[in-house]
């Protein structure tokens, strides 16, 4: 199974079969994208097949985020995406700008959707029933596996909820300071292959 874009999508790895979709609805869609032009930032938003982007100057981090998951990019306007279902949604410019906008997004939005800071350069907009911890306790209840018994290895902010839910939370070195403070043990940074050496540490011995 593999759980992404911050659990809005949950699938079994084989067969693709979906478990969990958390799709953001086009209204949803169009207030985000409205309020990212009000701002004056970059924006994107994710399917499963794609990385969609209103923005005619395409940002440079959205072709970093298409380049990192290995995602095409489409540019196509807000009309054009109608039908299309995003579990995904993210203001992503130069820190910044980035902050700078982030200092006057509307509470009603942090009311109605998850919204989280991966990056210095990206911030995240899911549906508001959408998390790692949610996903994590989902997939953990399907299989049988007691909560005592989970552990995940995070970095950052759109990790906190899944490392505050499970029975082994896991920072990287290098992860933000704010996570190490709920961390059962701190593991080596992303450069030192941290994540095989929790699991060798922590799972397997």
């Known amino acids: 199974y593999v759980i992404t874009f911050n659990g ?21 869609y169009l207030d985000i994208e409205l309020l990212a032009t009000k701002l004056g930032v970059h924006s994107h938003a994710i399917t499963k097949d794609g990385i969609y982007t209103s923005n005619r100057n395409i940002g440079h981090y959205t072709v970093h985020e298409a380049t990192l998951v290995s995602m095409p990019i489409f540019y196509r306007t807000p009309e054009e995406n109608r039908d299309r279902e995003f579990v995904k949604t993210m203001y ?32 995240e907009l899911t549906n508001k029933t959408s998390s790692k911890g949610t996903a994590v306790l989902h997939l953990a209840e399907k299989l049988g596996i007691a ?14 909820t899944m490392l505050e839910v499970v029975g082994h939370p896991i920072v990287m070195e290098n992860g933000n300071p704010e996570l190490k403070k709920i961390a ?22």
Do not use: C
């Open 92 to 123: 992503i410019d130069e820190p910044e700008i980035l902050d700078a906008a982030i200092a006057k997004i509307p509470q009603e939005f942090y009311d109605r959707f998850t919204i989280v800071k991966s990056r210095p350069f990206y911030l």
């Open 184 to 205: 059962e043990h701190i593991t080596k940074s992303n450069d030192d292959s941290g994540v095989a050496y929790a699991i060798r540490k922590w799972v397997l011995d």
């Open 8 to 28: 809005a999508l949950v699938q079994e790895t084989a067969s693709s079969q979906e478990v969990i979709k958390d799709a953001l609805s086009y209204d949803d």
């Open 147 to 160: 909560v005592e018994e989970t552990m995940a290895i995070g970095d950052e902010e759109n990790d906190r």
